[in-house]
């Protein structure tokens, strides 16, 4: 299974826009990106996903570099119920497997 | 259209006891797998469900079991307790079983073994 790395935490501003990145340098051609997060108490929700081309949603914005081994999800203005912990996960394209696989995430903070 | 509901939301056991936790999916949805959280080890699956059939498996011991019924609804059962069973147990469900299906997760039962 392929593996993303994230940083451990990151802050943001309210109102401001978050960068949070992700390293998936053994991606293969065929691996979906999707990016899940975690509110306080709550279970994952789906925030967005891409394959090669950068997406849009209402919820963020997700950059892939061009040799797709980085990613970035973007919120463009973060608010306090933005605080997190979101999670960078890689899916094969083929197997139509359920499993995501979670790492440890990035918990993001947002001040007022 | 109604989420993803789990039931029960809480749940405490003693060591040796066994469980079953329940998972409604979204209607329409056809595909359930569940996932264990703890503080250790994060968030990992245990397994996944089309049509009443088991798809994948994580590496969890025997005593962790699932089953779906016909209106897609799955139960998961662990057996024997042990204290490291205590963890949030969350269920998400699909439409599908394509890759790209989003994946809607329940507000998970938060069991606890004494």
């Known amino acids: 299974d392929a593996k993303t790395t994230q940083p451990n935490s990151m802050e943001s501003n309210e109102e401001e826009p978050v960068h949070l990145p992700c390293n998936h340098s053994?991606?293969?051609?065929?691996?979906?990106i999707h990016w899940y997060r975690q509110l306080p108490s709550q279970g994952p929700e789906y925030v967005i996903h891409?394959?090669?081309s950068n997406v849009n949603n209402r919820m963020a914005s997700l950059a892939i570099a061009e040799d797709r081994k980085s990613s970035t999800l973007i919120l463009h203005r973060a608010t306090l119920r933005d605080a997190a912990v979101y999670y960078c996960?890689?899916?094969?394209?083929?197997?139509?497997?359920?499993?995501?696989?979670f790492g440890q995430g990035t918990t993001l903070q947002v001040k007022p | 259209k109604a989420g993803v509901t789990q039931t029960p939301r809480y749940l405490i056991k003693t060591r040796g006891q066994q469980v079953t936790l329940s998972c409604s999916p979204i209607?329409?949805?056809?595909?359930v797998s569940w996932y264990q959280q703890t503080p250790g080890q994060g968030l990992q699956f245990l397994f996944e469900?089309?049509?009443?059939?088991?798809?994948n498996k994580g590496n969890f011991p025997g005593r962790f079991s699932g089953r779906q019924f016909s209106n897609s609804r799955s139960e998961m059962n662990v057996s024997t307790l042990e204290l490291g069973d205590s963890a949030l147990y969350l269920c998400?469900?699909?439409?599908?079983?394509?890759?790209?299906?989003?994946?809607?997760f329940g507000p998970g039962t938060r069991l606890t073994v004494l």
């Open positions: 053994t991606i293969s051609g065929t691996d979906y």
């Open positions: 996960i890689l899916r094969p394209r083929s197997g139509n497997t359920g499993k995501l696989i």
């Open positions: 469900y089309f049509s009443e059939t088991q798809r």
């Open positions: 998400a469900s699909r439409i599908g079983t394509a890759s790209s299906d989003t994946q809607y």
């Open positions: 209607s329409g949805h056809r595909s």
């Open positions: 891409g394959l090669t």
